[in-house]
């Protein structure tokens, strides 16, 4: 399995309140991306990196944003967490925008 | 709009047979489509990728075929074992420049002993 590490795991959270979730990868990607999965949806992208400090929105961007200060991490943050980003939500890496992905096993994220 | 849509409702099949999974899409243009494969609390990992301009692509007991006239994509699961039950997910480049994956909802595959 590649080498894709996400924390934590599983978080419970209020409404209003910042969190951030992290993606560590060890296998030198340049692609890092985030994902959110919820029932009746397709996996969305919500934002994603093409090299250090360069990143881009998805299709789900708002209410979310995303640092890549190092090759190997990629924070997600939402400033002030809503009970509609209660997710799970997963983080891939690519060697380039055309090849395949490879995924995390996820951080389940419930907001109360 | 832009839709890809999967078989909604699970599919089951008795072990052995040949699994047959539908990938749709409405107003895209892709360069290529990529399978992937889940299974519960996990994240999806990558079977196959296969571009514009190639029909079929194969991989052990899994094919895909693409056809961009129908703008459809079909994944096989040949001689399939109660292991290859799964949620199966379909992607594609959404073009325009823009960088990520769309997926479709995926189809629960069961293969029945």
């Known amino acids: 399995d590649a080498g894709i590490t996400q924390s934590p795991r599983h978080k419970v959270t209020e409404t209003g309140t910042p969190v951030t979730l992290r993606c560590h990868q060890t296998e030198n990607h340049r692609y890092m991306y985030w994902y959110r999965q919820d029932p009746g949806h397709g996996l969305r992208l919500i934002h994603y990196s093409y090299g250090v400090k360069d990143t881009d929105k998805g299709e789900v961007s708002d209410g979310y944003s995303v640092s890549r200060s190092k090759t190997e991490d990629f924070l997600l943050t939402l400033e002030s967490a809503t009970s509609s980003q209660t997710s799970v939500y997963f983080c891939?890496?690519?060697?380039?925008?055309?090849?395949?992905?490879?995924f995390g096993d996820g951080t389940r994220l419930s907001i109360l | 709009s832009q839709k890809i849509e999967q078989n909604s409702e699970a599919l089951n099949i008795q072990e052995g047979k040949t699994a047959t999974l539908t990938c749709n899409y409405t107003?895209?243009?892709?360069?290529?489509l990529q399978w992937y494969r889940q299974d519960p609390g996990r994240g999806p990992v990558f079977l196959l990728l296969?571009?514009?301009?190639?029909k079929e692509k194969r991989k052990e007991r899994l094919k895909v075929t693409f056809d961009t006239t129908l703008k459809q994509s079909l994944f096989h699961i040949t001689a399939s074992q109660p292991a290859d039950s799964a949620t199966y997910l379909c992607?594609?480049?959404?073009?325009?420049?823009?960088?990520?994956?769309?997926f479709g909802k995926g189809t629960h595959l069961i293969i029945q002993p």
């Open positions: 891939a890496i690519s060697n380039d925008r055309n090849q395949p992905q490879h």
């Open positions: 107003n895209y243009s892709p360069a290529y």
């Open positions: 296969i571009r514009e301009n190639e």
């Open positions: 992607a594609l480049d959404p073009g325009g420049g823009a960088d990520g994956l769309t």
